[in-house]
Structure formats: C-alpha cells, structure tokens
C-alpha cells in the first residue's frame, strides 16, 4: 500500500443471482481526503459500501484497509446511511454513545467524547433532548456525531443529505466540510446530486450502470474553503459539466 493511501481495492466484483452489480474494480483512496462516488441507481454503489463496511463479501478481489485485508470483517468502518436511525428513546447523548453500547458499555470517556462534539458542532443545548425534538438536518448531525464517535479513520456515508430541503442540505454540506477539517478522517460520500458532489470532494468518481465500474476520476482542485460563490465560479461550473456529460454518455443520452 502507498504511504499515502488508506484503502486499497483490487478487482472487486460482485453479482447477485445472474445479475453482476460490480465489475472487476480497482480504487485507492488517500489518507484524509474527501471523494464522492456518483452514479445511475442500480450501478452498485450501495453494493460497494456494504463489501467495504463487511455487511457481504465479494466475490473477487482483495481489500486493504492501513494495509490490513478486512474481507468480510466487521467494525472498522464509519457508516452512515440516508436515513438517520435514531432511537427514538434515547436522547442525543444515548445516540451518539449507542456505538460504546453496542460494544458493552458506555464509560466515562464515551461520554466526554460525545459532548465534546455535541458542544462543538452546535447540539450542546440538545444533549438531553429525544429525537423526535429536533430537525432533519439536526437529526442528521447527531446520526454523524455517532459514526464519528466510533474513531474510525475512514467514513462511508450514503447519500446523508439526500432527504433534506434545499437550504438545510448546504447548510448541513458546510457543516459536514468543517467536521472533516478538524477531525482529519478519510470520508467516502455516495450522492446522486452532481453539485454536491463536486462542492465537497478532492475527487469525484462516476460510475457506470450496471455491472458498476468507475469510468472518470476527477480532480476537484476548487480552493479551499467553500463557499456560495464557489458553486458559481466558472472552474465549479466546468467540472460540474465533466460530471454531468459523463454520466449521460454512460446512460446512451
């Protein structure tokens, strides 16, 4: 594995029944970047979170995570899906410790960790409020908070803002920016929205339909930090094409 490089896939494939989901696929992520996968539904996207994170195995291929083959092991991955899965009788304090839960128990450090970042990313007043107090997109930063505080160093997050309004769904992309500035972890983001995916990426990948495969790599060499006028500064505009006009190649548009 390069020094720079925090996973590592070799020919991952899968199918599922007599259908293929992902073609042979080769991807090497560096450590603490920020790359968005885009792409048709059904183009395996989903598919390659779920061998990432040891939910199904593949069917080739070899995965190496910090050079160690995680191949159908569980636990250390991030994940975060659209839906936030909250338990609605936990507070947010409950929900951003469930993972130390899980694990057996939750200790004094958990907490201190928890309302660290409760304190810090704006849901300090909430610590003691339930789920169903608090808005989408807040449900949405507790349900991060919680995969950050399993101190993985690489996140899958599928489509997180996918059911938020317009307005909210900047606001949360500004946030998640600031997040993964100071926490330095390495962020796999699945979205269909080609805007947001080139607003927060180092790198886009578009993937093809079925059987899934990468078909650009694109750099996002946009500066840093991001703001309203980036999304109408003529160099986001440009890459947006490259996106777009690739992914519509790949549908026979």
Known sequence: MSSSSILELRGISKTFASTTALSPLDLDIERGSFVSIVGPSGCGKSTLFNILSGLIQPDNGSISLEDQNVIGATGHVGYMLQKDLLVPWRTVLGNITLGARLKGKVGPEDKEQAMGFAQKYGLGEFLHHYPSALSGGMRQRVALMRTLATNHQLLLL????????????????????????????????????????????????????????????????????????????????DL?????????????A
């Open 158 to 237: 599928d489509e997180p803002f996918g059911a938020l309004d317009a307005q909210t769904r900047f606001e949360m992309q500004q946030w998640l920016l600031q997040v993964w500035r100071d926490t330095q972890r390495t962020v796999l983001f699945i979205t269909h929205d080609v805007d947001e995916a080139v607003f927060l990426s180092d790198r886009v990948l578009v993937m093809s339909p079925r059987p899934g495969r990468v078909v650009d790599d694109l750099r996002v060499d946009l500066p840093r930090p991001r703001t309203l006028d980036t999304l109408v500064s003529p160099a986001f505009t």
């Open 240 to 252: 947006k094409s490259r996106v777009l006009h690739q992914l519509h190649r790949e549908r026979g």
